[in-house]
Nanobody
Framework: VQLQASGGGLMQAGGSLRLSCVAS????????MGWFRQAPGKEREFVAA????????HYADSAKGRFTISRDNAKNTVYLQMNILKPEDTAVYFC??????????????????WGQGTQVTVSS
């Protein structure tokens, strides 16, 4: 399984970005997906997750009300819509896939595959 994240970039505070992550390889559609991020000098942290059919989502407190995770199973793609961006959102964003897809997963060790990351930089 390979995960390819894209959509990062430089944005001013208050702006929006949409990240995408495409899964390829030997996957069924019954997997959960998640987004994590790692800021310079900090540990990687959970951002948002979605279960296999999009019926259940889970967000970090920092993402609630501003970020929305969604998926298009026909395209094997998960999205992270990020609105009202803040400088503290600056980080490398990683997508991850969990083979057990019934519930959205909030811990790193629940994920089986990781993408390479995409940089998001928010200027003040």
């Amino acid at each position: 399984v390979q995960l390819q994240a894209s959509g990062g970039g430089l944005m001013q505070a208050g702006g929006s970005l949409r990240l995408s992550c495409v899964a390829s390889g030997r996957t069924s559609r019954s997997y959960a997906m998640g987004w994590f991020r790692q800021a310079p000098g900090k540990e990687r942290e959970f951002v948002a997750a979605i279960n296999w059919n999009g019926g259940s989502t889970h967000y970090a407190d920092s993402a609630k009300g501003r970020f929305t995770i969604s998926r298009d199973n026909a395209k094997n793609t998960v999205y992270l819509q990020m609105n009202i961006l803040k400088p503290e959102d600056t980080a490398v964003y990683f997508c991850a896939l969990a083979l057990s897809g019934t519930y959205p997963r909030g811990r790193e060790n629940e994920y089986d595959y990781w993408g390479q990351g995409t940089q998001v930089t928010v200027s003040s």
